[in-house]
Structure formats: C-alpha cells, structure tokens
C-alpha cells in the first residue's frame, strides 16, 4: 500500500501562494501598463504642437503639456487619500475613465483650443492618480528582496512611455498628414484596452479605512503648484508677470506646508521628509526626471526648426529609449545586489557629458548622430531613476510607504513640468525667439544644454552624498539601540469579522501572504486570532491520521476522506475554531520580554495594542529580520 505524504501548510498556504505569485505578476503588469500610459501621454501631444498652434491659431499650444502635468501633481496627493477609501479595482476604473473621457473631448474637440485644453486636463486627473496607485500595488506585491528589480521595471516604464509616445505621434502624424485628433482616439483606446486588463487581473491590494480630504489642503497646492510653475515660464519672456506667479505660488505653498503640520490627516504626509536620505534621493530623482522630460521636448523642436519631419524628430529619440529599457532592469538588479554607491554617479557622469557634447555639437549633427549621442543620457537616467527611488523608500518603515510614494509622485509631475515649462517653453524659446531660426536654435539648445549639464552636476553631488547615508544610519540605530515594538511592528491589520466562514479567511491569508489574520467584532474590536495551526489542529481532531504540525499519511482510500473533511471547514464560521483569547502585546513592552513570550508560547506573531486598542502586529521574523540586517549592513560598513 503506498503512502502520501502531504503538507497541509501547502495545501493552505503554498499552492495559494503559487497563485498568489503569478495574480502578483499580473497585478504588477497592469499596472506598469497603466504607467506606461500615464507617462506616455505627457509627451505624447510635443510633436503635434506646432500643427495645433496652427489650426487652432494660438500660441498658448505649450499649456497642452504644461497644465497636463500641473493637473497630474495636484491629483497625486489625492491619490494617497483615494488609495485608503476606495477598492484597488474599483478606483483604477475609476482613473482609467479619466483618462478615457478626456481622450474622447479631445478628439471631438475640431479646431477649438479650449475643448482640446479641456480633454488634456480631465486626462491629468486620471494621470495623477495613476502613477502613485500603481506604485503602491507594486510595493505591495514586491517581495523586499525583489524591490530593485520591481521599481526597475516601473523605471523602465517611466522612461518608455514618454519617448515612445514621440516615436508614435511622429508616425501617425507623417500618416495622417497632421491629423493631431487622431493622437487623442489612439490614446483613449490604449486606456481602454488597459482598463479591459485591470478588471480581469487587479486585485483589491490596499487595506481601508476612512480617512477625511481636506479641501483646502487641495486648493492650496493647486494654487501653489500653478503658480510657481507659471512663474517660471514666463520668467524669460515677462519679469513682472513672473514675479506676480511666484509671489502667489511661494505662498499658498507655505500656507499649504503649514497647514499639513496641524491637521489631524494631511493631505501630503512630510514626515518621510524628516529623513534626509529619503530627501536626497526625491531631489535626485526629481533632476534625472527634469532632464530628461526637457530634452524629449527640446531636440524634437530643434530638428523641427532644421526642416525634419516628425517622424525624423521621434526616430532621434527612439534608440536611445530601447536601450534604457534594457539598463532599467540591470541597474534594479545591480541595486539588489550593490546599492546605490556606484549607480547614481555612474549615471549622473553620462547625462552631464553626453548632454555637453550634444549642445556643442548639435548644429553639425545628421539626425542619426544625434541619436547617438543621445543614447547615454538617457541609459544614464535609467541608472538613476529606478535605483533611486528604490533606495529612498528602502529608509522608511512599511506604514510610511504610501506617503513616500505620493511625495515620489508629486516630484515626478514637478519634474516634468520644471522641465517643459523652466527649460524647454522657458529658456529654450527665450533664446531661439518665435521665429526661430537654424542659428538662433542652436544658440538656444548651447545655452539650454549648458543649462541642464549644470543641473546635472547638481545631482552628481548629491548622489555622492546620498550614497554615504546607510552607513550613518545603521551606526547612528545600532550605537542608540533604537528598537522597539513601535519600530518593529507592521502597522497593515488583516481581519475578518468573527462570523464570517473560515474559507473567507484562508483567502486573505492566501492572498495576504500571511500565516495568520485577526478576528474581529462587529465594532472592529479584537475577538480573537485565527492562524493556519488552529486550522490544522482542527482537522487533527477529526482525522487522525494527522502525525505533525503540517502533515499527515494517509492510504489512498484515506485521501479522499481527508479532502472531504477540509470541504467541511467551509461550513464552519471563523468564531468556531480562532483563539478567542490570543496572547496580545503592549506598545511599550520591552522588547525582550516579548521574545521571550513569542518562544515560550510557540507564537510566530502576535497582535499589539495601545491602550486596549489594536494598532498592529509584530512577528519574530520581523525582529530577527531587522536585528540580522543591522548585524550585516554593520559589517559591510566596516568592511568597506
């Protein structure tokens, strides 16, 4: 008679997991879709602005991209809001429409600037959302020892999307004989297409609760974010107009800075500023991101200036973007693997070289030299973009999370709209003047180059800088002993109501990835604690052929009784077999003493209260995770 030797953990939890892993990949393939999109559509409308400035007989055409991106970093704050009240799914719909109704006012819009400006806005609405949802989903999904090569993957997305978009709007343009309409109904059937995705394979990944918008905290950085990028638009071609801007801008900013420090829920969260690695990295990223969202704009309009197509102007672009996609995921992996020390100035040295060389030489370059030397810039953005922001998030705690990603967010749509509305609309078009000539855009693109390999050293310091900070922390952690339950603790609370079936419950810890989940009362009270070991000395009650923890032999005609009995575990109610009274732990336990409990009692975790009120759940591989990685990053810093 043979025997099966089956492991009731996996049945549970590995099988699931095997799932769980590939709905992950998904989830996470969406997303960098729905990215892809968001991106792509910040650049996608450059090629076409001259065509727009002239049938539509306006010379406000560059607000097309500018009040995009103005809308899209107003939105982004919102996002972390929206992120904790409204289901995954449901609000990646909800974005997707945004983006979906926009396209269709812009492409019905005929010759009338203020309707296509009006499809661009609604279009930034669902943007905004869009970029920060999609990198909370991937940090949620991101196994910790894959975060590199997740947010590479983002990276390369971010990078794609906008130069991408260049490539095409050139050749539907050149097919279309200028048809720019048609750059509106191409964008809102990607959207579409997307969206038809995310209601297949999205998840429902963030924990609720219900947290409260402040209205005024949203005015405030619309104002501001208006202001000071109007301000710098127009600083070139009028001072007072500017100064106006900026004065308006500087203090609804402060206002709305202020205001963030006394409300219960601030609509931006600054605390992961109080890191000043977490602050380095956000001002790194935010010049990779400036540099290159200027230049996609400024090359296109100097070869349009030369008498080059759109499609000539987009194929320049095009080469180096292919590349990036594949240094994207290299320098995730080298992040992994080496951290940020070698990446960011490895990444900076290129951009600030090859940016020179292309503004010395650009007035004696075929297009295809250009492509060229356009190439590491945009290798080198890869190198900075993805590892950067990786290594940021990487200082803060898990709850902190979603508020470094809407700061992330909100410098990502800064840096676009620093970069097309201070360097390209700004002093590109200063210098080569409304009527632009071959000379007078050539001087544009020295002085705007020079400008931008400035910039460029900037962040090469900076990355410098930055790249020593770990090593200061982790001895400055070390040195004070700062550990506790606070510290330690995950603040992410998965539960179920006390009468709901044990099946519902083994789905969250599938899809959680979790070992055990909280039971709650009808008031959201802690009524108990249900893990996979109740459930397998559940089953050991009623079959005894049960030998260990997460086991059983069984005959073959055994088997299927067994299968039978797990079937019964959906008829069950969670109340019938949780721990009705679990161990629980104190915020301002000594540490010590809770390892101790864990190991006496055989506990893999266990929740944590303050003041009778359930704020979290601490683990012990959280504490010997945390314990092992000071341990090691201490050595290699000695080491090095």
């Given amino acids: 008679m043979s025997k099966i030797r089956c492991f009731l953990r996996l049945l549970i939890i590995f099988i699931g997991e095997k799932m769980t892993k590939k709905k992950n990949l998904l989830c996470v393939g969406v997303v960098a879709f729905a990215v892809f999109l968001a991106t792509f559509n910040e650049t996608f409308m450059n090629v076409a602005l001259g065509q727009i400035a002239q049938d539509t007989q306006t010379n406000l055409v560059a607000w097309l991209v500018t009040a995009y991106m103005l809308g899209a970093a107003v939105m982004v704050p919102v996002s972390s809001f929206l992120y904790r009240k409204i289901p995954t799914k449901v609000l990646f719909a909800i974005t997707m429409s945004f983006l979906i109704v926009g396209s269709v006012v812009g492409g ?4 009338s600037f203020w309707l296509a400006f009006a499809g661009r806005i609604i279009q930034s609405l669902g943007s905004g959302l869009l970029v920060p949802l999609a990198m909370n989903v991937a940090l949620q999904v991101a196994p910790r020892e894959k975060l590199g090569s997740y947010m590479g ?3 390369i997305m971010t990078t794609l999307g906008p130069s991408v978009s260049i490539l095409l709007s050139g050749v539907l343009l050149d097919a279309t004989g200028g048809n720019w309409h048609v750059l509106f109904w191409t964008f809102g059937a990607l959207c579409a297409v997307c969206l038809i995705f995310g209601l297949f394979f999205l998840g429902n990944i ?33 001072w007072w107009i500017a100064l106006i801007a900026i004065a308006v801008g500087c203090a609804c900013m402060a206002l709305f800075v202020w205001r963030q420090k006394k409300i219960v829920e601030p609509l931006i969260n600054f605390a992961p500023l109080k890191n000043s690695a977490f602050t380095l990295s956000v001002c790194i990223n ?54 940020v020390k070698w990446l960011l100035p490895i990444g900076f040295m290129l951009m600030t070289t090859f940016i020179v060389l292309i503004s010395i030489f650009i007035g004696k370059l075929e297009w295809y030299y250009l492509a060229l030397l356009y190439i590491p810039v945009v290798v080198g ?9 990786s290594f940021g998030l990487s200082f803060l705690k898990p709850a902190e999370n979603p508020h470094g990603v809407t700061i992330f967010s909100t ?4 840096a676009g709209a620093l970069g097309s509305a201070f360097l390209a609309d700004g002093l590109y078009n200063c210098v080569a003047g409304a009527n632009a000539t071959v000379s007078t855009a050539t001087t544009a ?11 460029s050293l900037i962040g090469l310091v900076l990355s410098i800088v930055v790249s020593q900070k770990r090593r200061k922390n982790v001895e400055k952690t070390l040195e004070n002993h700062e550990i506790s339950v606070k510290n330690l603790m995950k603040t992410e609370i998965y539960s179920v109501n006390r009468d709901a079936s044990v099946v519902e419950a083994m789905k969250n810890i599938v899809e959680h990835k979790i070992s055990s989940i909280i039971v709650t009362d009808d008031n959201g009270n802690l009524a108990g604690y249900l893990s996979d070991g109740d459930i397998v000395r559940y089953l050991s009650k009623n079959y005894t052929n049960i030998k260990i923890a997460y086991s059983y032999e069984a005959t073959d005609g055994e088997a299927n009784e067994f299968m039978s009995k797990i079937g019964e575990l959906s008829t069950l109610k969670v109340s019938e077999i949780a ?15 809770v390892c101790r409990e864990l190991g006496v009692r055989h506990l893999k975790k266990a929740p944590v209260l303050d003041n009778g009120k359930l704020v979290g759940v601490i683990s012990r591989s959280d504490i010997t995770k945390f314990v092992m990685n000071l341990c090691v990053e201490k050595l290699e810093s000695n080491i090095k």
């Fill in 108 to 111: 019905l819009c005929g010759n």
């Fill in 153 to 155: 993957f983002m990276a």
């Fill in 206 to 238: 963030a924990e609720l609760s219900k947290p409260k918008l402040d209205i005024l905290s949203v005015i405030l950085i619309g104002l501001a974010l208006v202001g000071i990028l109007f301000a710098l638009s127009y600083v070139f071609t009028s």
């Fill in 286 to 339: 935010m010049i990779g991101l400036i540099l290159v969202f200027a230049l996609n704009m400024i090359i296109p309009l100097f070869l349009g200036v030369k008498g080059e197509s759109t499609l000539i102007s987009s194929l320049a672009l095009f080469p180096a973007i292919l590349l990036s996609c594949v240094a994207a995921p290299i320098a995730g992996r080298a992040f992994d693997k080496h951290g």
């Fill in 381 to 389: 953005s890869a190198l900075i973009i993805g590892p950067v922001q």
């Fill in 411 to 414: 410098g990502f749509q800064i």
């Fill in 445 to 455: 693109i020295l002085v705007t180059g020079l400008a931008a390999a400035a910039v």
């Fill in 579 to 593: 721990n009705e009274k679990p161990y629980t732990i104190d915020i301002n336990a000594d540490l010590g003493d």
